[in-house]
């Protein structure tokens, strides 16, 4: 596709968008008096206008049953966590049984490490990528420490080759080869939190059991922003948080997905709570844990019906406005900021900008790292001057995050103008 950086063959392209409408649901933070840019939706996505609504609804049946409101409330509180497993399963290409709704993405992490991370004194090693985010390694660390086995020994980190931002593919599956035999666990990041890499998640799965190892992703950076099949490609398992580009609020309801032929396998080991027993005999109060046969089985504790929510009411856009289509938004989104900064490069006779971001549309969501070689944190403070949200990672990296629901080419259009203008005047 030909690029044109004018405003007008900008606006041509919103005119053009069937997705536009969704902007209008949002509410846009205010920064100098006026409506801003947000390009952040990969660190907190932004409130839905009828989320409010959705909270409050739960808020007056709280208010009119009590107690009551479990059975009695619009929408029931003992079942509340069911109804997202239809609308999750459309975002991460799943079945419904394997979709639970539940706790924080770390708390989740730990959770499935505890049922697929089951080291043997010849495999008791993880493989994950190199520079996670720092939740995920803390929870590799203190899982291996759990087991009795030294973190510098247990987990093997896959590195960038020298010079690089991102990882060769090529290295993760050699790697996998290589260390299969003593590996318990492969585990990456679907999206790299850093460089926005996506990582072919279906080839380390099937890398990983080839070896004889189980494999999970952390989706935190996946879920919401590209396309997935995790039931057909047999990931093992895998978690995410809600409130990036799921939109559902600071410290929203998590998510967890456990492949059918797991579900019902109650040898596998599980730290185990009342919500995830059998729903039949749950109030029976047995002593004996009888866990349900879906991902539910997974769950501890009941609801918490507010978070989820809010939860919903971004769900019911993502259901209205379809994965696909918001896919493939994306990708156009993310497509043109790179004509632009590659514009802006030219421009200035030599390279400012090193987009550390993979440019085959396959390995990138809606994410774009910018490694700044030159004024990094004074090009970042004008942009913040001009309005414009966007994220800065030491030493020298700006993440932008042109989310389709509320992200326009203008917002794109005008980002790069900022820029252009604070290098040339």
């Not at 920064?31 to 952040?40: A, L, P």
């Not at 980190?157 to 599956?173: F, L, Q, R, S």
């Not at 971001?357 to 030159?374: A, F, H, I, N």
Request: hydrophobic share 40%.
């Amino acid at each position: 596709m030909t690029y044109s950086n004018t405003l007008t063959y900008a606006q041509q392209l919103d005119e053009q968008d069937s997705l536009k409408h969704f902007r209008e649901r949002f509410y846009m933070p205010i920064v100098n008096g006026k409506e801003c840019i947000y390009f952040t939706g990969n660190s907190l996505g932004l409130q839905p206008k009828k989320t409010q609504d959705y909270v409050l609804d739960e808020l007056e049946d709280w208010a009119s049953h009590g107690v009551e409101g479990h059975f009695n409330a619009r929408t029931p509180w003992v079942s509340y966590h069911e109804i997202f497993e239809e609308q999750l399963a459309q975002i991460v290409g799943a079945l419904p049984e394997e979709i639970v709704v539940m706790n924080q993405l770390t708390v989740n992490l730990h959770l499935l490490m505890i049922s697929f991370y089951r080291p043997t004194k010849e495999r008791y090693k993880i493989i994950c990528e190199a520079k996670a985010f720092p939740s995920d390694q803390y929870a590799f660390q203190s899982q291996v420490k759990l087991h009795g086995y030294h973190p510098d020994d247990a987990i093997i980190e896959v590195h960038p080759k020298n010079g690089k931002a991102t990882i060769d593919h090529e290295d993760i599956i050699d790697t996998i080869k290589k260390h299969g035999h003593e590996t318990a666990l492969v585990i990456f990041g679907g999206v790299n939190y850093y460089s926005g890499q996506v990582f072919d998640m279906q080839a380390i799965t099937k890398a990983a059991h080839e070896s004889g190892a189980n494999c999970g992703f952390d989706l935190a950076h996946a879920a919401g922003n590209i396309h997935m099949e995790l039931h057909d490609w047999n990931v093992d398992f895998a978690c995410w948080c809600s409130y990036k580009y799921l939109n559902s609020g600071p410290g929203g309801v998590a998510g967890a997905f456990i492949h059918q032929r797991h579900i019902n396998d109650e040898s596998l080991p599980r730290l185990a709570g009342w919500w995830g027993h059998n729903k039949d005999t749950r109030f029976k109060m047995d002593k004996e844990f009888h866990p349900i046969p879906t991902a539910e089985g997974w769950q501890l504790s009941n609801a918490p019906v507010l978070s989820m929510s809010a939860h919903k009411a971004s769900l019911d856009i993502f259901t209205e406005a379809g994965m696909h289509n918001l896919v493939a938004k994306g990708k156009m989104l993310s497509s043109y900021l790179l004509f632009i900064l590659n514009e802006i490069n030219h421009l200035t006779n030599h390279n400012i900008i090193e987009v550390i971001t993979p440019l085959d549309e396959k390995q990138r969501g809606c994410q774009v790292s910018m490694l700044m070689l030159e004024d990094g944190k004074r090009i970042f403070d004008e942009l913040i001057k001009a309005g414009i949200i966007a994220d800065w990672r030491e030493p020298n990296v700006i993440r932008v995050a042109p989310v389709p629901l509320y992200n326009t080419f203008e917002d794109i259009f005008n980002f790069g103008k900022v820029i252009k203008e604070s290098l040339l005047g």
